[in-house]
């Protein structure tokens, strides 16, 4: 329920207009009184409304016409219209339904039950307003889920790849330090080597020099970020910082 709702009145006849104004006052419901659709046209964007109550047969025209107007609005086509009018004929209560209005009151009405009506359109107002709330939150706390899974997805990515590295560190150091040791030795005393045997072993150097810096790179890798090995296919991007792809180190 609004308790403080805001609404626009649509009636040109100054009894009607007192009466009504009376009735939602006593209620405490903050009202403006318009007396041409002229007038009501230019209120409609001044205030956040939340219910209009319009009549039909107006100096300048028709409320139905301002009740179409409104429901193409995208500002106030989803609040509640009342047609406050002397029209009760069958026909004329479907016309109103039709263009637009939540509601058909015809003149005379009763007190109690205008008021019971009103509130029945806000009412249904609040629990709208509310179950969009209800949806919003529900959207930003699926938007926090999602974060907080793809965390955890990255957490898990992370660790499982320390524990490739440090399986690769205890596997592959160890035999990897021999071929290094033995082609640097190779190469600093390999002055009677020819010169393709040496390029040769100068090659075995620097990719196994790689090799090393892969394994200490997964020993603190911190970022799961990946770079796609063929159309398709991602890997974990191992690359040093500032390393263009398929550079070799």
């Keep these: ?23 939602l006052g006593g209620e405490d419901y903050q009202t403006t009184w ?80 205008f008021l019971a009506r009103v509130r029945a359109c806000l009412r249904t107002l609040g629990l709208q307003r509310e179950l969009m709330q209800k949806a919003e939150e529900l959207a930003r706390k699926n938007e926090e889920l999602e974060r907080a899974q793809a965390e955890l997805i990255r957490t898990q990515r992370l660790a499982a790849i320390g524990e490739v590295g440090l399986a690769i560190r205890h596997e592959i150091n160890n035999p990897l330090g021999t071929v290094l040791g033995y082609t640097e030795l190779l190469l600093t005393q ?35 970020r990946t770079v796609e090995y063929v159309p398709g296919v991602n890997m974990t991007d191992l690359r040093g910082e500032g390393q263009a792809p398929g550079r070799q180190g």
């Design 34 to 113: 318009c007396a041409s659709l002229a007038e009501a046209r230019r209120a409609v964007p001044e205030a956040a409304w939340d219910l209009f109550l319009l009549d039909r047969v107006l100096p300048d025209g028709d409320g139905s016409d301002l009740c179409q107007e409104l429901r193409r609005n995208p500002a106030t086509q989803g609040l509640p219209i009342i047609m406050i009018t002397g029209r009760d004929r069958p026909e004329d209560r479907v016309e109103g339904l039709l263009r637009g209005a939540d509601d058909y009151i015809p003149k005379p009405f009763h007190a109690k039950e």
């Design 1 to 23: 329920m609004i308790e403080t709702a805001r609404i626009l009145l649509l009636e040109d006849d100054r009894v009607q207009g007192t009466l009504i104004m009376d009735l």
């Design 190 to 224: 390999g002055e009677g080597l020819p010169d393709d045997v040496q390029r040769k072993l100068e090659a075995i150097r620097r990719a196994s020099l790689r090799i090393r810096d892969v394994v200490r790179r997964l020993e603190v890798l911190r970022d799961d």
